[in-house]
């Protein structure tokens, strides 16, 4: 049971680049999310999912898409990279049936530097 | 405009102290409040809390939440230098989203 597992951990981006930051969670969660967080600050929702198909914005989704086509999976795309998306990305997962639980797992985190 | 405030952004202490870290939250359709720790990679999780005056424990932290003043306290003690790390709280809304405070750091002094 490997958890939530984030690919890449480090990666360094030109301004305009496009990239794809994968998310795995093997613990069959129906909630997934991506947040942002930046140096000395919390976390910030990007985007976040309720089941396969259904996706909604978080408080800071502007320069970010994301897709659930399974349970499992939940990419987050950047289109045109920028600086200011310099920062650490957490993947994080919950299972939520008719709202019991909160606890969210949290994946080991990506370190993007836009440049 | 749902908001988490934690204080104090950040604490010095001797190994052995106890520590009495501070989130208070304005957030609508409150559900729940969690708190995390986070050391040098991703958070994990300590407490949650849906009930007024009922504490959390767990060795030496406990926490307890305040629903009518809006807040919780997340106590440590006898601190060892592995509390060191940022302590996180976080509000739960009704559409299952975690309003997140900036954190406290702690650090442990040996």
């Known amino acids: 049971n490997a958890g939530v597992t984030q690919t890449p951990k480090f990666r360094i981006l030109k301004i305009g680049q496009s990239m794809t930051l994968q998310c795995t969670q093997d613990m069959n969660h129906n909630y997934m999310y991506w947040y942002r967080q930046d140096p000395g600050m919390g976390l910030k929702l990007i985007y976040y999912s309720v089941g396969a198909g259904i996706t909604d914005k978080g408080e800071v989704p502007n320069g970010y898409n994301v897709s659930r086509s399974t349970t499992e999976d939940f990419p987050l795309r950047l289109e045109l990279a920028a600086p200011s998306q310099t920062s650490v990305y957490f993947c994080?997962?919950?299972?939520?049936?008719?709202?019991?639980?909160?606890?969210?797992?949290f994946g080991p985190g990506t370190r993007l530097t836009v440049t | 405009e749902d908001k988490v405030v934690q204080s104090p952004l950040s604490l010095v202490v001797h190994e052995g102290d106890t520590v009495t870290l501070n989130c208070s939250y304005e957030v609508t359709n409150f559900r729940s409040l969690l708190w995390y720790k986070q050391e040098k990679k991703a958070p994990t999780f300590l407490f949650m809390l849906t009930s007024s005056g009922i504490e959390k424990k767990s060795g030496r932290l406990s926490s307890i939440l305040d629903k009518k003043e809006l807040f919780s306290i997340l106590n440590i003690t006898a601190t060892q230098t592995g509390d060191s790390a940022i302590y996180l709280c976080a509000v739960a809304d009704s559409n299952y989203q975690l309003i997140w405070g900036a954190g406290t750091k702690l650090i442990i002094k040996p």
């Open positions: 994080a997962s919950s299972y939520s049936p008719g709202g019991v639980s909160y606890e969210q797992y």
